[in-house]
């Protein structure tokens, strides 16, 4: 089974090697195909998840505590609301990973 191209590794396929292993998971399996396909409807808007980070690093920082991955997320779901996704379902994430990188996954060639 070939994985990768000129142009990386081919989205479907990763997902269907990972959903046949311990990766497999509904995430995996709803929000994956989500990604792949670009059909972002909402879900769990990425607005109010942003929402929900912004009180939880609110509250560890009133605690002490640092929280940088959960940091990173928020980052990149404001990036997200930049680009006019707040409304959409949080698997469309994905739009900040492709405008960091400069790619769509959904790009044929």
């Known amino acids: 089974m070939v994985f ?12 269907g090697a990972l959903m046949g292993g311990f990766a497999s998971s509904r995430i995996l399996e709803v929000h994956a ?39 990173i997320a928020q980052q ?3 990036s997200c609301v930049a680009q006019g996704a707040g409304e959409l379902d949080h698997s469309a994430l994905v739009l900040a990973i492709e405008h960091m990188a400069g790619h769509s996954m959904r790009e044929e060639g």
């Open 4 to 15: 990768a191209s000129r142009a990386g590794a081919d989205p479907a396929k990763v997902r």
């Open 33 to 71: 195909e989500r990604m792949l396909n670009g059909t972002f409807n909402p879900g769990f808007r990425i607005r109010l998840h942003q929402k929900d980070l912004n009180l939880a690093l609110s509250s560890a920082k009133d605690l002490g505590l640092s929280l940088p991955n959960t940091a």
């Open 76 to 78: 990149m779901f404001s």
